[in-house]
């Protein structure tokens, strides 16, 4: 492995800061799938369609090549053996209640995906899984950061990037596309109403049960917890 990518403790600090936005919604994000089962099924789409154009702005701002992260333009991703911290079982169990938290819903017509070029009739896709599909790649690097492993972060950020560009960040548009036609869809207004009614007047919104988390890591990240 090349010398550059040794990257010490100091730099690293000073790189991790220069990610912290992405790490904001990243986290956001991933805190929102794993709190999944505690919330309603409208409560939840609302705060993703507010969450997910974030989260594809500040991933158009990672990193997208070597000479962007102080690595030499001959350095593969190959060349280093990145952390998977998301397991299967854990992929598994957030699809699983997104499934389980969208019902009929979880299922849609995709006319757009990469499988199209293969076909001319709309395919069956998941809700739950296109939110996994974007799940995984983020947690691996967010946990790679919160490791400070300093000589695969580089690597992480850049393959983050280059899923998000190949897979995930179209997973994320269609995710909006079915998440927009939960919240207005005619045909669950009154399902939509219900589950106001049933919100207790004093439950605290997803944004501030989620902001302890942000902060507690964030303040990780900085102190080299």
Same mark, same amino acid.
């Given at each position: 492995?090349?010398?550059?990518?040794?990257?010490?403790?100091?730099?690293?600090?000073?790189?991790?800061?220069?990610?912290k936005?992405?790490?904001?919604a990243?986290?956001?994000?991933r805190?929102?799938?794993?709190?999944?089962?505690?919330?309603?099924?409208?409560?939840?789409?609302?705060?993703?369609?507010?969450?997910?154009?974030?989260?594809?702005?500040?991933?158009?701002? $990672? &990193?997208?090549?070597?000479k962007?992260?102080g690595?030499?333009? =001959? +350095?593969e991703?190959? #060349?280093? %053996? @990145?952390?998977?911290?998301?397991?299967?079982?854990?992929?598994?169990?957030?699809?699983?209640s997104?499934?389980?938290?969208f019902?009929?819903?979880?299922?849609?017509l995709?006319?757009?995906?990469?499988?199209?070029?293969?076909?001319?009739?709309?395919i069956?896709?998941r809700?739950?899984?296109?939110?996994?599909?974007?799940?995984q790649?983020?947690?691996?690097?967010?946990l790679?950061?919160?490791?400070?492993d300093?000589?695969? $972060? &580089?690597?992480?950020?850049?393959?983050?990037?280059?899923y998000? =560009? +190949?897979?995930?960040? #179209?997973? %994320? @548009?269609?995710a909006?596309?079915?998440?927009?036609?939960?919240?207005?869809?005619?045909?669950?207004?009154?399902?939509?109403?219900?589950?106001?009614?049933?919100?207790?007047?004093?439950?605290?919104?997803i944004?501030?049960?989620?902001?302890?988390r942000i902060?507690?890591?964030?303040k990780?990240?900085?102190?080299?917890?």
């Amino acid at each position: 492995m090349s010398d550059s990518a040794d990257i010490s403790s100091a730099k690293g600090i000073a790189y991790l800061e220069g990610l912290k936005e992405f790490f904001i919604a990243g986290l956001s994000f991933r805190e929102a799938l794993c709190g999944a089962p505690q919330v309603e099924k409208y409560s939840f789409s609302r705060f993703l369609l507010h969450l997910l154009p974030l989260l594809y702005q500040k991933a158009l701002g $990672l &990193p997208a090549c070597n000479k962007d992260v102080g690595l030499p333009e =001959e +350095e593969e991703e190959t #060349d280093i %053996l @990145l952390p998977e911290f998301v397991s299967e079982e854990e992929y598994t169990m957030i699809e699983n209640s997104l499934e389980r938290l969208f019902g009929n819903d979880d299922y849609f017509l995709e006319a757009h995906g990469e499988e199209m070029q293969f076909t001319d009739a709309p395919i069956t896709s998941r809700l739950s899984e296109y939110l996994t599909d974007i799940y995984q790649p983020v947690s691996n690097l967010i946990l790679t950061a919160k490791s400070r492993d300093y000589i695969a $972060l &580089p690597y992480a950020v850049l393959r983050c990037r280059k899923y998000f =560009e +190949e897979h995930w960040g #179209d997973c %994320l @548009l269609a995710a909006m596309r079915v998440l927009h036609s939960i919240l207005f869809n005619s045909s669950q207004e009154d399902d939509i109403e219900e589950e106001h009614v049933a919100l207790h007047e004093n439950e605290e919104p997803i944004e501030a049960l989620l902001q302890a988390r942000i902060d507690e890591f964030m303040k990780g990240l900085e102190n080299g917890d």
